[in-house]
Structures are given as C-alpha cells and as structure tokens.
Nanobody, 125 residues
Framework: QVQLVESGGGLVQAGGSLRLSCATS????????MGWFRQAPGEERKFVAA????????LYIDSVKGRFNISRDSAKNTLLLQMNSLKPEDTAVYYC??????????????????WGQGTQVTVSS
C-alpha cells in the first residue's frame, strides 16, 4: 500500500508564502508523475501543478504561473510545492497525487492512482 501525506498548510495573509510537502511511504512507488490539486468549498477538485518523472514535464495552471514552484526531493521521497505571492483565491484544500501510468494527461485528476488526505490553505485578504 502507498500512502501520501501532505503537510505545510495553514493560514497566511495575502502576499505571503507557504511550502507544502507530500511524503510518500509504504511500498515502493513506481510513479510516472506527481501533482498537486486543490478544491475550494462547493467546487470540483482542480489541477494546480504536476511534474513527470522521465520526460521532466512540468505544468502549472495559468493562475499560479510565476508564483508557485513544484519540485521533488528524491532523497526524501517528497513532493514540494512552494507557493509565493498568495492570493485569497488560492484558498482551498490542497491534495497531492501520484500517477503510475503514462506521463500524459497530467491535468486530469482521474488519471492519478494515489491521493493524500489534503491540507488546508487559507489566504486572508
């Protein structure tokens, strides 16, 4: 069994920064891509950023480009999301996810096989 555990969420003022971490544990995960999604109250879960393993594809949703940075610490088996210049519209529960199939369709949540439990990010105005 593979577990993904997010941490690093919290309450921050607009313009501030947070760094989310997603630690993987359990059996060895042969991942092809890992990503971050977010879900605000009353909304569907939406893609934020993803990174693929072999082709090195990195994708961001337009609204976070230039503000968020996704990376992976291979030594610690941890996925990171550095979030800068946060805005109130970034408020949501953030989930990390792992994909074991192809390195395509990274923006589709139904392509991912494993999910964390989520961490709340709240940005006050």
């Amino acid at each position: 069994q593979v577990q993904l555990v997010e941490s690093g969420g919290g309450l921050v003022q607009a313009g501030g920064s947070l760094r989310l971490s997603c630690a993987t544990s359990g059996r060895t995960l042969s991942w092809s891509a890992m990503g971050w999604f977010r879900q605000a109250p009353g909304e569907e879960r939406k893609f934020v950023a993803a990174i693929s393993r072999s082709f090195g594809i990195i994708l961001y949703i337009d609204s976070v480009k230039g503000r968020f940075n996704i990376s992976r610490d291979s030594a610690k088996n941890t996925l990171l999301l550095q979030m800068n210049s946060l805005k109130p519209e970034d408020t949501a529960v953030y989930y990390c996810a792992a994909k074991t199939g192809s390195e395509w369709n990274l923006q589709r949540p139904d392509e991912y096989d494993y999910w964390g439990q989520g961490t709340q990010v709240t940005v006050s105005s």
